[in-house]
């Protein structure tokens, strides 16, 4: 099959043909028709994911065509149009028999435990457990925006967040997970604030419901900017994007009894970042990860897609060939993108 192959972490990464994959006895082998370019992918290439082992697939959001199943896989069948969260559970082990997938024990992650979708097949373990069935009325480049960054922000904020009409919810980065989160807390009522360092990207997540902007690079205060549009501070505020400056903005810029919740991947020299601890002891602040969203939850959010309260196509700003996104992955960390780039030829 055709895939985007590295070799090394932070060197080129080239278009080959390589083998088929084989599935086990609990897998299906999808075809995949979309696959979305996610800054996580950025890291795994970077080298911050200790589970890859090189050469390396990357690519974790998609959307196929189960092409071949292994003989225990019960639920889906051969020709089912489907999707996967980025985080796959074993379905056995203490947390996925408590409902708790995306925190499982023993998980795997297409593009990072193995070779990802970057690809025209790829392998999804313990697919019972993980799979995701489509309706017709999601396309595969909608489907392929849902598996990481909107999944993910959904249950940031409805799940762990539990952010409802006329909060004050602030985002910290608006990539595609803080664009997401965007569209999300504003469908549910709140009112959203915006940070970013690119007016044009602040510009979209206006389109997508923000009411209040602030671009970070201008403004010399931005906890206390905050502060100022919200009332007093936020009562839900995300981090999107991962770094020293923007978790310990988001803590600080909460008002008392609010909630930080960190969705940005810490890693680097970002993984051990200073939190104003005074703050959450004093103001009775809660500090709470999210990490993706369990298959089973699946069918209440795309219920709201198909609804047309939630539009997660809106976030797409392109869709590319897979020689495209090689090329592309690498630059990530520029934020040139104001939107979700897609893989839709190979």
Sequence with gaps: MKAAVYEYFQEPIT???????????????????????????????????KDIVLPHVPGHELAGVIVETGKNVKNFKI??????????????CRECKSGNE???????????????????????????????????????????TLGCRFITSYRAVVAQGKVSEGQHVVVHGCGGV????????????????????NDNTLKLAQDLGATTLINATNTKDVINAVRD????????SIDALGSQITCFNSVSNLRKRGKHIQVGLMTSDHKHPKVPMDLVLANELEIIGSHGMQAHKYPEMLTIINEGKLQP??????????????????????????????????
């Excluded at 803080?178 to 360092?197: H, W």
Aim: net charge negative; proline share 4%.
């Design 313 to 346: 196509q809106k976030l797409i700003e392109r869709t590319i060939s897979l020689e495209e996104g090689a090329m592309l992955l690498p630059k990530m960390n520029s934020f040139e993108n104001k939107g979700v780039l897609v893989i839709n030829s190979f």
């Design 79 to 92: 020709g089912d149009r489907v999707t996967v969260p980025f985080v796959c559970g074993c379905g056995t």
């Design 178 to 197: 803080g664009l997401s989160a965007i569209m999300i807390a504003k469908a549910l009522g709140a009112q959203v604030t915006a940070v970013d360092i």
């Design 15 to 49: 278009v080959k043909n390589i083998n088929d994959p084989i599935p086990n006895v609990d897998s299906v082998i999808i075809k995949v028709r979309a696959t979305g370019l996610c800054r996580s992918d950025w890291h795994g290439w970077m080298g911050h994911d």
């Design 229 to 236: 549009v919200t009332d007093g501070g936020a009562h839900v």
């Design 102 to 144: 995306q925190v499982c024990d023993h998980q795997s992650q297409p593009g990072f435990t193995h070779f990802g979708s970057f690809a025209e097949y790829v392998r999804i373990d313990h697919a019972d457990t993980n799979l995701v069935l489509l309706p017709e009325s999601i396309d595969d480049v909608t489907a392929a």
